[in-house]
């Protein structure tokens, strides 16, 4: 019989933003089209590499050598017939701390029958579903989560048994190829002929099985795994409903602006009708706010992370508060949890400590921060979606404000399913 591994990763592991990199790249909107760009960019030196609104074709990433100051390539650039808006493409990275303590359920291996597929019973019977009032809201209003979910993020293990018939096609933004597997970025090394989940790094204080795990350490590896865990919350929560993984950042947690954009474009261009956003960055970008803007237009509801800084600071895109629901993170005690940002860009928060969740290569992992309360939200808005596939933005934002109240700066509180689906049916 094959060995359980038993893997926890201690993280406060949310996707933010450190200081702009990527000087060369531009995000150009031009409403004249890719032709006209590139004959103007020509002898200017600098090269519309793609279209980044998909079927739209008036926003581009556009390069330029490193040479050439940057904040003359956007003087330039918005002199051009055409251009609307200019700005540097943001490199995005994973910022980390430590939790404490492993959760019990990480050891109730238990396999359980979820939804056609098999899972452990610690990940099922975690005390985060039960705070939510997860199965009460499901088995009243008789709902399992509806339409497609889409988890801008690292991307989702495709193979883990859990989401046996619960995915759609999906994109990797990051190698420009269909799919959005995250385990492209790994190579495992053999043992025993079963794939073995990696130790990612000590900066993650990630645990695993001594015994039959094999190891790949390293700040490379940083925030391998995040995407997979956030879809997996979404699948508890919303089994019923189709998850699409787009990946747009890599295995150490880094991305492009540029990458998410696209991102943000392709899943409100392909039916998607919840997007989570576990991911933040500090200034808020006027591209970000049109792709949100785009989405939620065309009848997309959108959640995103509020922040691990411990702060009254406003992080985009919650930020964007007319659009997005921003997620703050509570204890299981229905306190603030310590590192969750608060404030004006926070709507509702819902549990982010020990969090337990799917995670790659058929095991499973705990982690804490507000990436991983976000997803609590993005499946509540599917069990709506179960209910009226109509539901929009603000319908979706109002149900979910039917809250318990914790403190001021949290919002409306910490969400209650049933009580969101109760609000929701009584419009």
Known sequence: MKRCIVSVIFVFCLLSAKPATASNRFIVRDTLGLTSLQNFCLPLLCTVVQTLDGTLNQLFLVTAPNFIDPNWVIIILESLPGVQNAEIDQLLQVQQSSGTGIPSGLYDSAPVSFFGSTVWHGYVNQTAAQIVRLEDARSMYNV???????????????????????????????????????????????????????????????????????????????????????????????????????????????????????????????????????????????????????????????AAAAGNNGDDKVLYPAGYTNLVMGVASTTDNDTLSSFSNYGAAVWVASPGEAVISTYPFGTYAAGWGTSFSTPFVSGGAALLVNLSQSVNQTQAAGAMGYAKWISPGVGQGRIDLYQALSAFTSQ
């Open 144 to 302: 399992t989560g509806a339409g497609i979910v889409a988890v801008i993020d690292t991307g989702i293990d495709p193979t883990h048994p859990a989401f046996a018939n619960a995915l759609v096609s999906g994109y990797d933004f990051t190698r420009n190829s269909a799919g959005g597997s995250e385990r492209n970025d790994v190579t495992q090394w053999d043992n025993g002929g079963q794939p073995q989940p990696a130790q990612v790094g000590q900066s993650t204080m990630a645990v695993v099985d001594p015994y039959n795990a094999t190891t790949l350490s390293g700040s490379q590896y940083s925030a391998f795994g995040h995407g997979t865990m956030v879809a997996g919350i979404i699948h508890l929560v919303a089994p019923g409903a189709q998850i699409m993984a787009l990946k747009a950042f890599g295995p150490n947690g880094s991305g492009y602006l540029s990458d998410i954009l696209r991102a943000l474009y392709y899943a409100a261009q392909h039916s998607a009708k919840v997007i989570n956003m576990s991911f933040t960055f500090p200034s808020s970008s006027p591209e970000m706010q049109r792709a949100v803007q785009y989405a939620t237009g065309r009848g997309v509801v959108c």
